[in-house]
């Protein structure tokens, strides 16, 4: 196993490392999201059988 190679599958490793972390991190941004959402149309629908 020569150095070259080596540096090749660190850098692979790295890079994979980050596109798992990206991932990890829009999957959790959109669930903050949804969930925010879902409180929003709770409130809604609320204040609407209220008002009716």
Known sequence: MNAD???RQQIAA???DAARRRR???LS???RFA???SRAAAAARAD???AL
């Open 5 to 7: 190679f080596l540096a």
């Open 14 to 16: 790295r890079v994979d």
């Open 24 to 26: 990890d991190h829009d």
């Open 29 to 31: 941004r959109a669930q």
């Open 35 to 37: 969930r925010r959402a």
């Open 48 to 50: 609407l059988s209220r």
